[in-house]
């Protein structure tokens, strides 16, 4: 982890490096070259500045008399660097040729500017600007040109001002990318460091959170609330093994202590009998207890449901109370339909019918049985997207302290020490639910009664 950090920190760096030159080389390129630009449009303006000068001289002249193919080497005064002038005459046969072996431009040039009137060239540093004119009927090429000290002294002098600062400015980037990469990967090799502190010995730990950091704050709180969920998933654990441990020894103590004293003497038929009965008694709990586990353990998180159908709740729970009221003709089950919505089929839930069944008896026998038998009244409704179940029964209630307890199987709450059970049920039918992707909520009052509300997703067909 720590090294795949540092490669990240170190991509990060060269990530940031890379963009930093990207830009500063676009940056010193655009400068140079909008220079560069410029000073070429200006040196160009000061030039037909000075053509269009000399053409006017040579126009105002009575007779302009230069010889077929001699260049008249104009007599301004030099204004610009080097500067040279230079009229002649067109050849009749446009062929350039003398001309181009006394000064050295392309004869295309000469075409140009007899087709456009102007034009512009130049070599490395010297530019040239030429205008076409007439005068006595023959058509006269005019041409100032100059060195172009812009581009020789002060773009060169451009060219290594900018490497300069290019090289600096990369130097200092590269400083700046290692800090920021380094400040931005310290919180997270920070908590790493923590994280790796943490184990199943210390998981009350809690990483800290970082000032002025939210969304590495938001991953912090996210992981401390994980850690919350594990720690409290242990300690479940934990107890839930020191319960059941209890719960199944509970049972093997009696089995061995009745074997034990019918074996220590002698006994009567009759007393074997009575040992046996014990003995198979407490066998059918231990049996009843590790069914029950077993089947908590299948339905856990994880548990994955073998046969889903669709179910129609009504009838499930008609089902229910029928088979409850067999059981033990003493419960006393209503089932309220006031609240049944028009359509039938939203009362369709996608689940397996026997788990399903399961949990409505647990959670409808308890109410029969902590209210003494006294009338259970389970609703029915639902909305668009859910199907609602509400058991409610004024039986004993749960005392307030103990209602976080009653999910941890085998936990049975203070005031029922005259009821069976084994403390199974509840968790047994939640976890149920859950896997249903529903939610079963008990409110209780003690001596009052006790509601449960079960809530699930509404069955909807997939094409
Ligand atoms: P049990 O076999 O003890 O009934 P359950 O797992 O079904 O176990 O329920 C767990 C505990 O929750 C019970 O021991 C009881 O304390 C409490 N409980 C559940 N349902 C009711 C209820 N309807 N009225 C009062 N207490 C209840």
Known sequence: MLKRI????????????????????????????????????????????????IVQIE??????????????????????????????????????????????????????????????YNDQEFYYIGQSFKSDD?????????KNHYVVDYLGYLKRTLVTCMVLAIFFSMIFSFYLSKTLFKPILKITGKVKEISSENLHLR??????????????????????????????????????SHELRTPLTSIMGEADVALSQKRSEAHYQETLQIILDEA???????????????????????????????????DVIETAKRINSKNNVYLDISMLPDNPKKLKVQGNEQLLHLAMANIINNGCKYSNFQQVKVSLGATDDHVYIIIKDHGIGIPDSEMDKIYDPFYRASNTK???????????????????NGELIVNSKENVGTTVQIRFPIYVPTE
Request: aromatic fraction near 10%.
């Open 284 to 318: 059918e709990k231990l049996d009843k207890k590790i069914k029950a586990l077993l089947m908590i353990a299948q339905t856990g998180f994880d548990g994955k449901i073998q046969k889903m159908d669709k179910v129609r709740m009504d009838q499930l729970l008609w």
């Open 59 to 120: 126009k105002g002249k009575e007779h302009l008399d230069i010889p077929a193919n001699h260049i008249l080497n104009s007599t301004n005064d030099e204004e610009l660097p080097m500067e040279k002038d230079y009229v002649f005459e067109v050849p009749r046969d446009s062929n350039y040729s003398q001309i181009t072996s006394q000064i050295h431009i392309p004869d295309t040039f000469f075409k140009n500017i007899i087709k456009k009137g102007e034009d512009n």
């Open 6 to 53: 540092s490669t990240n920190q170190t991509k990060t760096m060269l990530l940031l490096m890379l963009v930093f030159t990207v830009v500063i080389l676009l940056f010193s390129a655009l400068v140079y070259f909008s220079i560069v630009n410029f000073s070429h449009q200006r040196f160009y303006e000061l030039l037909k500045i000075r053509a269009t000068t």
């Open 207 to 244: 990483l800290e959170p970082q000032p002025g950091n939210t969304e590495l704050n938001e991953l912090i709180d996210t992981f401390n609330d994980m850690l919350n969920r594990i720690e409290t998933s242990f300690e479940t654990q934990n107890h839930l093994i020191g319960n059941v």
């Open 418 to 436: 005259n009821y069976e059970g084994y403390g199974i049920g509840l968790p047994l039918a939640r976890n149920i639910v859950r896997i249903h």
């Open 138 to 146: 023959k058509t006269y090429i005019a041409i100032a040109s100059a």
